[in-house]
């Protein structure tokens, strides 16, 4: 592409009637914008200006060139108002995933909130359980929840939310809390995820003790709002994010069966490609998760409290999934014990 800056100095020439004048508005020398404008003359092989010591005009085929160079200058700034407003109001396009069980009682109605907070964004999401390529996929986010050490992918994190978990069960079951993890032998269990030889429940206590309780499960599915249900008629012990059963211990339908022994937090982040040029949409869009995140994780520990456990980072910081990259700002390392546990 030509240098569309000759197209500018000709018309800045042309506004101000003659090089000197141009120049002092552009804070450009008369000799460069006279060379500038020259030069242009030469590729276009067309005369623009009549010019001497005394004299100067546009020619007739010059005059019909600015109107052209003019069309241009209007549009080239409407364009860049069009990107100054995009940088400033969420808009356009959003396309995200988000597992399935996130959605149905957490991130679904944040989404709907965030919808009608900002009208003139639109939203395509993926509800699936399945480890999305952002990249491949054209994704601008993905929402996840992995368990540390988490796996190195070349994506940024950002995260949004502390996963804490616990061990529920019907009241029916247990009668009322247990007094240590060895209390859990015998009774029924259900897990989630994937079937496998061997499931057990890691568990830590607020004094640094852990425990590892093998069980087999009655039930093995990803689908927590299955496994809650099943709890809930007294089906077996499992465990689940306390904020997802924290209205269930409220009401009793549930009882924290462990108290003072957690299970391992997971972290509830959104992962995308770069977090340079990142749309505002998609930057008001993670502020608005990691907003109300909070909130309702707060909401939730007055329920269920979260045990003595390292918490993370603070709400909103944002790093490369593995935690290697180290950036300055808002953008931090992963802290060291999160890629120490094992």
């Not at 009608?116 to 999401?125: D, F, S």
């Not at 399945?130 to 491949?136: A, E």
């Not at 978990?165 to 029924?188: E, M, R, T, Y």
Request: hydrophobic letters at 40%; proline letters at 6%; glycine letters at 8%.
């Amino acid at each position: 592409m030509k240098d569309l800056n000759d197209l500018y100095y000709f018309a800045a020439v042309v506004d101000h009637g003659g090089f000197s004048s141009a120049g002092r508005a552009l804070g450009i020398q008369k000799s460069l914008l006279s060379r500038r404008v020259l030069a242009l003359e030469e590729r276009l092989g067309i005369r623009l200006l009549n010019r001497s010591s005394r004299r100067f005009s546009v020619t007739e085929v010059g005059r019909e060139f600015y109107d052209r160079c003019i069309a241009m200058l209007v549009e080239a700034e409407a364009a860049e108002q069009v990107a100054a407003q995009v940088q400033g109001e969420p808009r356009g396009i959003v396309r995200m995933s988000c597992p399935t069980a996130l959605l149905s009682f957490q991130f679904g109605e944040l989404i709907a909130r965030f919808m009608m907070i900002n009208p003139r964004v639109q939203i395509l999401l993926e509800s699936t359980n399945r480890r999305v390529d952002v990249i491949s996929e054209g994704l601008d986010l993905a929402i996840r929840v992995r368990f540390p050490p988490l796996d190195s992918t070349g994506l940024v994190m950002r995260r949004l939310d502390e996963s804490a978990q616990c061990l529920v069960a019907a009241p029916k079951l247990v009668g009322g809390q247990l007094q240590s993890p060895a209390d859990l032998h015998g009774l029924p269990s259900l897990d989630q995820g994937r079937a496998t030889r061997e499931h057990s429940w890691g568990l830590h206590h607020a004094d640094g003790k852990v425990a590892t309780v093998p069980h087999t499960p009655r039930l093995v599915t990803d689908d927590m709002s299955v496994l809650r249900d099943a709890a809930m008629v007294g089906a077996g012990v499992v465990q689940l994010p306390t904020i997802f059963v924290s209205d269930d211990v409220k009401k009793g339908r549930l009882v924290d069966v462990l108290p003072d022994w957690r299970p391992q937090s997971g972290i509830v982040h959104a992962v995308f490609p770069s977090r340079r040029g990142l749309l505002p949409s998609v930057r008001a869009l993670l502020d608005f998760f990691a907003r109300e995140c909070a909130i309702q994780r707060t909401r939730a520990e007055k329920i269920v409290p979260p045990g003595l456990q390292p918490r993370g980072w603070s709400d909103g910081t944002t790093a490369s999934e593995d935690g290697a990259q180290k950036t300055s700002g808002p953008y931090e390392e992963l802290p060291q014990w999160l890629s120490q546990i094992r």
